[in-house]
């Protein structure tokens, strides 16, 4: 299955688009996604604290993605 | 009240968001960019947000905060996009009964914001320089955000 | 900048006191008056005060904060004379590099002021009577502040 | 040698006056003086708390008065 992930900040820059898409298996975890992102965007290994979130919300490695989900690839954050 | 804005954060909104008769104590947190960060000169700060997600993560925040300290009301401004030096990025107010739980819901929601709501800051150095801000000297929430790839 | 007054509290001006280019953080407390104490109706408060020696106990707590937490600024203004319900009574404001050090002297300025500045409230409540306050419930500063009378 | 004490708020009400004059013995402390305080004004025995200012400070208990200094009755505090 394929899913865009949305990226923000310094990920943006450092993939240079808004959202990437990525080819999933099915029934895919976020674990999964996380190690696919990193081997096909080297340039990501830089943040080993990001985070993933699953319809605008952290979820935990062992979530199973649908494929419809909004998904986005949070990088530390520094508001305030 | 949350509120995510473009505009300039006017301090006496914030603070009539929250006063009532009811409260005896009203705290108020500005974060305002500064300029000087470790010798370095800011000319000034942009932020890009991942807007509804914050918007969420925000009123999670305030809820959590009403509860767990009886407050009597709270409110969270977020600036985005370009800030100038000296300019208000954030404010948070809260009320409540008595001071203590005043201090300690803004300090909380303060270090809850630097931890969990997707927004970033980029800081403009007056050498021309851009840095998106990403800080890697916390610890992430959860064993599970670490990931190794050989 | 300390100031004891009679005239309504400007949150505003109180913030302009302390803010600045080199700080990234402000907090300010407001001490409002409460409508309601224990289930007893307040309709004002009337502030008295020891004008000279609450000026210098103030300036005093100001310059400790100041040093201990290496605050950029320090304003404290309190009310005098009679104020009303939902009033600003004290304003507490302070302004650091970072945010932790404002929370915290913010927080220890309120606790000094209440346990050692001379200024005293009086309750004005709905039935007419009048109480002034003077807690008891907090223990003295130091033994020798205790008198034994037979 | 005769000092006045200055009176705040509900101890003001307490002895109806701004300021009380106390003879004092030549050299007496501050202990001594807080002792007749309650002595001669039984309804001051309220605060067993109170503090007494010297010249605007507050002073231990076997602080020597001399009979120029400036004297207030600190009933316990409530500004904020």
């Known amino acids: 299955m394929k899913q865009t992930v949305k990226m923000f900040a310094g990920a943006r820059d450092a993939v240079d688009c808004r959202e990437i898409e990525m080819s999933l298996p099915e029934g895919a975890?976020?674990?999964?996604?996380?190690?696919?992102?990193?081997?096909?965007?080297?340039?990501?290994?830089?943040?080993p604290t990001f985070r993933i979130a699953v319809d605008q919300r952290y979820v935990a490695d062992d979530f199973i993605l649908l494929g419809?989900?909004?998904?986005?690839?949070?990088?530390?954050?520094?508001?305030? | 009240m949350i509120h995510l804005t473009e505009n300039t954060i006017e301090p006496l909104e914030v603070l009539a968001a929250v006063q009532?008769?009811?409260?005896?104590?009203?705290?108020?947190?500005?974060?305002?960019?500064?300029?000087?960060?470790?010798?370095?000169?800011?000319?000034?700060?942009?932020?890009?947000?991942?807007?509804?997600?914050?918007?969420?993560?925000?009123?999670?925040?305030k809820n959590a905060a009403m509860e767990n300290w009886q407050l009597t009301a709270c409110c969270i401004v977020h600036r985005l996009g370009d800030v100038g030096?000296?300019?208000?990025?954030?404010?948070?107010?809260?009320?409540?009964?008595?001071?203590?739980?005043?201090?300690?819901?803004?300090?909380?929601?303060?270090?809850?914001?630097?931890?969990?709501?997707?927004?970033?800051?980029?800081?403009?150095?007056?050498?021309?320089?851009?840095d998106w801000i990403?800080?890697?000297?916390?610890?992430?929430?959860s064993s599970e955000d670490r990931i190794h790839v050989e």
Chains 1, 4 share one sequence.
Request: with cysteine; aromatic share 8%; hydrophobic share 40%.
């Open chain 2, 20 to 61: 009532s008769p009811l409260a005896g104590a009203v705290v108020l947190f500005l974060g305002t960019t500064r300029q000087f960060t470790d010798g370095r000169q800011t000319v000034q700060l942009s932020y890009d947000c991942y807007l509804g997600m914050a918007e969420s993560q925000l009123t999670e925040l």
């Open chain 1, 29 to 47: 975890t976020v674990g999964q996604l996380r190690e696919l992102l990193h081997l096909q965007y080297p340039q990501l290994r830089q943040w």
């Open chain 2, 85 to 130: 030096i000296g300019q208000v990025s954030v404010a948070v107010a809260v009320s409540s009964v008595h001071r203590q739980a005043a201090f300690a819901a803004g300090e909380w929601l303060m270090d809850q914001i630097k931890i969990s709501v997707p927004i970033w800051k980029q800081e403009h150095w007056t050498d021309g320089r851009r």
């Open chain 2, 134 to 141: 990403h800080p890697q000297n916390e610890p992430p929430p």
């Open chain 1, 68 to 80: 419809k989900e909004e998904l986005a690839y949070i990088p530390p954050v520094s508001g305030g």
